[in-house]
């Protein structure tokens, strides 16, 4: 069974902080990772993806990913009470199928900013 | 730009009767289609996915089915709803060949 774990949280920051979100996967043949964000009552909304080892940085997110470890996480730096959402980690395995969209999704982080 | 849309938004439907969820893609052609569930405390889970008409992949066993009668166009079924299915669907599309995946605004279904 291949999983994708995230702490549940509620991870509480406070605004201007930088949040550390993190992900562990099973599947060690994964070969893409993406996060997505989701405010309650919303569909997900895709913030960045992630495919090879290191940092990759968008504004003022940076998603890093070890591949040995088996690792990857989103730090989201000056926090904004807009943020506060679920955040979302999905990993495409490496099961060798055709490129689609069949992610494995964590259950979630919720992360609440306050002012 | 490519757009996704799905309805109805919200429906409560009594247990045994039967669902129909449709979901569209414009600015795109032969995208691949993704049917997936959200329960509540749960995790999302992949029921769905379709990478031409007429050529549709289930995932889990249930009591649900999918179509897609045309390139853009996918249809969520369920002959007699379970209490079970209750949840928060999502239809969601990828480019050929690509893995990143974008949702449309989902559906909201109370099974009661």
């Known amino acids: 069974q291949k999983e994708v774990e995230q702490n549940s949280g509620p991870l509480s920051v406070p605004e201007g902080a930088i949040a550390s979100l993190n992900c562990t996967y099973s599947d060690r043949g994964s070969q893409s990772f993406f996060w997505y964000r989701q405010y309650s009552g919303k569909s997900p909304e895709l913030i960045m993806f992630?495919?090879?080892?290191g940092d990759k940085e968008d504004g003022r997110f940076t998603a890093q990913l070890n591949k040995a470890s088996q690792y990857v996480s989103l730090l989201i730096r000056d926090s904004q009470p807009s943020d506060s959402a679920t955040y979302l980690c999905?990993?495409?395995?490496?099961?060798?199928?055709?490129?689609?969209?069949?992610?494995?999704f964590g259950q979630g982080t919720t992360l609440q900013v306050k002012p | 730009s490519q757009t996704i849309h799905q309805w109805p938004a919200t429906l409560v439907q009594p247990v045994g009767s039967p669902l129909s969820l449709e979901c569209t893609v414009e600015?795109?052609?032969?995208?691949?289609l993704y049917w997936y569930r959200q329960a509540a405390g749960r995790g999302l889970q992949l029921l769905f996915y379709?990478?031409?008409?007429?050529?549709i992949s289930s995932e889990v066993p249930q009591n649900l089915s999918a179509s897609r009668p045309q390139d853009r166009q996918f249809i969520l079924s369920s002959k007699k709803l379970l209490l079970s299915d209750s949840g928060f669907y999502l239809c969601?599309?990828?480019?050929?060949?690509?893995?990143?995946?974008?949702f449309g605004e989902g559906s909201w279904l109370t099974v009661v």
């Open positions: 992630i495919y090879s080892n």
């Open positions: 600015g795109t052609s032969n995208p691949n």
């Open positions: 379709s990478i031409g008409i007429d050529q």
């Open positions: 999905a990993v495409k395995g490496g099961d060798g199928s055709s490129n689609t969209g069949k992610l494995i």
């Open positions: 969601a599309w990828s480019a050929t060949g690509r893995n990143t995946i974008y």
